[in-house]
């Protein structure tokens, strides 16, 4: 850092200042702040700060001047902007009235701000241009000094910081916000989705309930049928004739097939709401084989199928649920 830099930092109207820039309050009362600030200590007529949008410049505050002779928008390429735009540098101008840039672009409209001398700088931070900075004297000609210019260009930096600052948080707080409205959409999403399951698992258990009752009335009823038919068939066992003992043997298999298609049902149901009871315990897997043979073989007899097992010597334990094993035997 140089001697006449060093000269700046330490004078007491720079302290006052940067302390408008680095305050915490909002951005609008900050540059009110600023503008005002920057036109007492430099002994100005006005200040104007103006924010760069696209190719445009906006007046984001000013002081000394009023706001019907201030022109709202000014293009960047053209005049003292696009000279400390294009150079990133401060600029000055002594007499308006005969700087080449100036004298065909201001003073041109009747209700037009009228200043003689300008000083501006260009606000800078990471690179990025956010706008310019400008005093203006309107009485009698002001030649500004280097000192002068270094200062209004630390000002100008600092201003940019801020509207960078601005910037970031802005951009934070919205990605903040997104996130939020995310965050809600999903959790909402997830609510519809436990209701939505919720929702599936009680029609799936009034389903089951539903199966299960009509199960059990079907099955008690069929169970007496059989019943009454077996003890009418023994009853009558040395009477009737052949034709009536098939017939006998119809009911029951039949009465059998609606008991076994209703317990598959039931099976079925218990399996997919995830309520199928499964019992292991040890079995002889040779004896179960053994009695489910027995138990088919004369049906399988009458329809002309040899039904038959080959064991092995040894008794086979297992850690068996018998009833599922039997069904799938």
Do not use: W
């Not at 928008?73 to 080449?100: C, W």
């Not at 997919?272 to 897997?285: E, K, R, S, V």
């Amino acid at each position: 850092m140089n001697t006449q830099l060093l000269n700046i930092l330490e004078l007491p109207d720079f302290t006052r200042l940067t302390s408008y820039v680095l305050t915490d309050s909002n951005l609008e009362t900050q540059s009110k702040q600023v503008v005002k600030g920057v036109k007492e200590i430099f002994s100005a007529d006005a200040c104007i700060i103006r924010i760069l949008k696209k190719d445009k410049l906006f007046v984001l505050a000013s002081n000394g001047v009023k706001a019907e002779n201030l022109l709202p928008i000014l293009p960047s390429n053209k005049g003292l902007a696009q000279k400390m735009l294009s150079n990133d540098k401060p600029v000055k101008v002594f007499d308006v009235d005969a700087d080449p840039i100036t004298i065909k672009m201001i003073n041109r409209n009747k209700n037009e701000f009228k200043f003689v001398s300008f000083a501006g700088a260009p606000l800078i931070a990471d690179g990025k241009r956010f706008g310019v900075i400008g005093i203006y004297i309107t009485k009698s000609k002001r030649e500004f000094t280097n000192i002068e210019l270094e200062k209004l260009k630390i000002v100008a930096n600092l201003v940019a910081i801020r509207l960078e600052n601005v910037r970031l948080y802005s951009a934070l707080n919205q990605s903040a916000k997104k996130m939020k409205q995310e965050v809600k959409i999903r959790q909402e999403a997830e609510n519809k989705l436990r209701v939505a399951l919720q929702e599936a698992e009680n029609s799936a258990k009034i389903k089951s309930e539903f199966f299960a009752q009509i199960s059990h009335e079907i099955r008690t009823p069929v169970n007496t049928l059989l019943n009454f038919t077996g003890l009418i068939k023994e009853e009558y066992e040395q009477k009737v004739n052949n034709g009536m003992e098939e017939n006998f043997d119809i009911i029951s298999r039949a009465g059998k097939r609606l008991i076994r298609t209703i317990d598959l049902i039931l099976d079925m149901t218990d399996l997919q709401a995830g309520t199928y009871d499964y019992y292991p315990q040890q079995i002889n897997l040779k004896a179960l084989l053994a009695e489910t043979v027995d138990e088919f073989f004369f049906p399988a007899k009458k329809k002309n199928i040899t039904l038959s097992a080959a064991y092995a010597d040894a008794d086979y334990s297992m850690s068996l649920d018998e009833y599922t094993v039997k069904q799938i035997l």
